[in-house]
């Protein structure tokens, strides 16, 4: 067990092991997106920053077949920051708030020596997708092209630059995916650590393992931050997905079936390294 689920360990809480929680036909839902942990200043402008925190935040939400209604943010901004970055970063909260329909409806700011930013989503929800109710002989497939941003994470780390309509900057999310496809997803999530490491938290809250259809290299199964979606879905269903997903222009990736055979992550944990 590393750090991270060591401490999430520790609370021992029902609603605790989704991407958000579900509480009365709720959804909460809560993300930290912090300067020279996330993003460097250098590799992003503070409109870009806002935006990329946002939909970090609204992707819980719609993995969760949920819809965000109202956002608190808390900002924590250097004294050096000027009156144009923060009605830049403002403007990006705001636009992507808009294009969800959210409200943001309060939160924090305090003075810090670096940008940090947390993101409380609320949500409502009729039928949560979950992660705890995938069944043995299930598909499990993926949405759109994985391995993209860990190379653009690499080229910045490395000084260089990226498009600006790079998945690491500027994320497309799968909600029409979601609206269209539903009624026939078993489970799912959103690949925010990357597809091994998810599928590892899939396979401990369904309790099952896999046999994969198709190989899959460490420069896909381990590049985070994609925001696709990963699902589960009876194998009757694959026709209607397919067609469902073309609706949206949405690539479906069926790779493997559940199984009882143990699953083992190949990738390393992209948090709390020792």
């Known amino acids: 067990m590393n750090l991270e689920n060591y401490f999430i360990s520790l609370f021992q809480n029902k609603h605790i092991g989704d991407d958000g929680a579900v509480l009365d ?4 839902s809560k993300d930290a997106f912090f300067e020279n942990v996330h993003f460097k200043t250098s590799w992003m402008n503070y409109y870009q920053i806002a935006s990329k925190s946002m ?6 939400a719609i993995a969760m077949n949920a819809t965000p209604r109202y ?3 808390s900002v924590a901004m250097p004294n050096s920051i000027s009156k144009k970055e923060m009605k830049d970063l403002a403007d990006g909260f705001r636009d992507v708030a808009a294009k969800f329909g959210i409200e943001i409806i309060g939160g924090d700011t305090i003075s810090n020596i670096k940008l940090d930013i947390t993101i409380t989503i609320i949500s409502t929800v009729k039928k949560p997708l979950l992660r705890n109710t995938a069944r043995m002989g299930e598909v499990l497939a993926y949405t759109g092209k994985l391995g993209k941003s860990a190379k653009d994470l690499k080229r910045l780390l490395c000084g260089g630059k990226i498009h ?3 998945k690491f900057v500027d994320i497309q999310l799968r909600d029409t995916f979601i609206k269209n496809t539903q009624r026939f997803l078993t489970a799912g999530m959103d690949i925010s650590d990357g597809l091994f490491s998810d599928l590892n938290k899939l396979s401990q809250s369904s309790k099952i393992g896999y046999r994969f259809s198709r190989r899959i290299g460490k420069d896909v199964g381990c590049s985070g931050e994609e925001y696709e979606m990963l699902v589960s879905f009876s194998s009757r269903d694959i026709k209607t997905l397919k067609r469902r997903a073309a609706q949206s222009r949405t690539s479906l990736n069926i790779f493997a079936r559940a199984s009882r055979n143990r699953y ?3 990738c390393k944990s992209h948090h709390f390294k020792r």
């Open 25 to 28: 036909g709720f959804v909460y």
């Open 164 to 166: 600006k309509h790079s």
């Open 264 to 266: 083992i992550n190949r």
């Open 71 to 73: 956002a608190l943010l």
């Open 55 to 60: 939909f970090v935040n609204i992707s819980d």
